[in-house]
């Protein structure tokens, strides 16, 4: 069946610094991907996506590319700020699914 | 436009007790899906309703139900609770197509359910 394997955490960065959480998937066919971010004591929020090879998603200076021959979709971000401290969820859909299969989230904490 | 809404946001039940936890899609999407997390589980999927009809349902036992109605709200119930049971239920909406980048889950705030 499908899998999403993420990156274990939790991260700790000094603001301004580099991030990577690695994610990697198993799926049969082509599937779209997806990352969420969940802040404290709220829901899941949409990130950023993907829907085919070499897809980039963006958002918020987060980006991730749809890798697959690595069957990877890495999650990066060049600057981080307070503000990115949360969890964040790596998943995907694949074929006619309506349902996502996610990771088990990665903790993000960024010190000032 | 308004997102999805969760209620109760927070609550506390007993262990053999029954709750019930509503959900309010957006407004134009038919699809509403059910996940539940824990720390040991993590997100994992209890079933998704289009149009009143169950379509997919994870791997939970009977215990947990649900129903959509007629103007996309949806329920879920959980009968004979046990301490296991308590977790963060999610409630996303959808219009209904398969998940893609055009087609994508928006979460709502969750209900937070603690079983003593």
């Known amino acids: 069946g499908d899998s999403v394997t993420q990156m274990e955490g939790p991260v700790t960065l000094s603001e301004e610094a580099f991030l990577t959480i690695n994610c990697t998937y198993t799926?049969?066919?082509?599937?779209?991907l997806f990352w969420y971010v969940q802040y404290p004591g709220e829901g899941l929020q949409l990130l950023l996506k993907?829907?085919?090879?070499?897809d980039k998603g963006s958002n918020k200076g987060f980006e991730a590319t749809y890798r697959k021959e690595t069957t990877s979709f890495h999650l990066e971000k060049g600057s981080v700020q307070v503000s990115d401290s949360a969890v964040y969820f790596c998943?995907?859909?694949?074929?006619?699914?309506?349902?996502?299969?996610f990771g088990s989230g990665t903790q993000l904490t960024v010190l000032p | 436009k308004a997102g999805v809404t969760q209620t109760p946001r927070y609550l506390i039940k007993t262990r053999g007790q029954q709750v019930t936890l509503s959900c309010s899609p957006i407004?134009?999407?038919?699809?509403v899906s059910w996940y539940q997390q824990t720390p040991g589980q993590g997100l994992q999927f209890l079933f998704e309703?289009?149009?009143?009809?169950?379509?997919n349902k994870g791997n939970f036992p009977g215990r947990f139900s649900g129903r959509q109605f007629s103007n996309s709200r949806s329920e879920m119930n959980v009968s004979t609770l046990e301490l296991g049971d308590s977790a963060l239920y999610l409630c996303?909406?959808?219009?209904?197509?398969?998940?893609?980048?055009?087609?994508?889950?928006?979460f709502g705030a969750g209900s937070r359910l603690t079983v003593l």
């Open positions: 407004s134009g999407h038919r699809s």
């Open positions: 993907a829907t085919k090879a070499d």
């Open positions: 309703y289009f149009s009143e009809t169950q379509r």
């Open positions: 996303a909406s959808s219009l209904g197509d398969t998940l893609s980048g055009a087609n994508v889950l928006t």
């Open positions: 799926a049969t066919g082509y599937p779209s």
């Open positions: 998943a995907l859909s694949s074929g006619s699914a309506r349902q996502l299969t």
